[in-house]
């Protein structure tokens, strides 16, 4: 990982302490940003847990930017094919429809009322594709 000054970390906790998924899930911060120095991490599913809502990053006392590093090192992760089963799902539904996640029925009314129909308009389908596409992140999604 570079560039985000991890090295200078002492521990103190306050990033695990100030994470709202880590009182939820088995993810801890201060473990990841730890790990990272010493090995590959690219395996650890703890590393797809964060929900990059950047308390840690907003309280670190050395001012690292604790999240920014989290996601270098979830797409270094992917460039190895590394990527959760749950979150692949979401990446080939988002490149299929449009959407990241399938639209329930109260959204769908949603639409309905606003005028716009049910689906993604297929040219903005066309759109996210060529986008992703562009990024080969097509190819970075394939099992």
Same mark, same amino acid.
């Given at each position: 990982? &570079?560039?985000?000054?991890?090295?200078?970390? /002492?521990?103190?906790?306050?990033?695990?302490?100030?994470?709202?998924?880590?009182?939820?899930t088995s993810l801890n911060v201060?473990?990841?940003?730890?790990?990272?120095?010493?090995?590959?991490?690219?395996?650890?599913?703890?590393?797809?847990?964060? !929900?990059?809502?950047?308390?840690?990053?907003?309280?670190?006392?050395?001012? @690292? &930017?604790?999240?920014?590093?989290?996601?270098?090192?979830?797409? =270094?992760?992917?460039?190895?094919? $590394? /990527?959760?089963?749950?979150?692949?799902?979401?990446c080939k539904y988002l490149f299929?429809?449009?959407?990241? @996640?399938?639209?329930?029925?109260?959204?769908?009314?949603?639409?309905?009322?606003?005028?716009?129909?049910?689906?993604?308009? $297929?040219?903005? /389908?066309?759109?996210?594709? !060529?986008?992703?596409?562009?990024? &080969?992140?097509? =190819?970075? @999604? &394939?099992?």
């Open positions: 990982m &570079k560039n985000h000054d991890i090295l200078t970390c /002492i521990q103190c906790g306050t990033c695990h302490a100030s994470c709202p998924s880590g009182r939820y201060r473990k990841i940003v730890r790990d990272s120095v010493r090995r590959d991490i690219s395996d650890e599913p703890e590393l797809w847990m964060c !929900t990059t809502c950047y308390n840690c990053q907003e309280r670190c006392p050395r001012g @690292i &930017k604790v999240t920014d590093a989290v996601l270098t090192l979830r797409s =270094e992760a992917v460039k190895k094919g $590394k /990527i959760l089963p749950a979150h692949r799902k979401v299929e429809t449009g959407y990241s @996640i399938p639209i329930d029925d109260k959204h769908r009314l949603m639409r309905k009322k606003l005028g716009l129909g049910e689906a993604a308009h $297929k040219k903005a /389908i066309k759109e996210v594709r !060529t986008l992703l596409g562009s990024t &080969k992140f097509d =190819e970075l @999604i &394939k099992t």
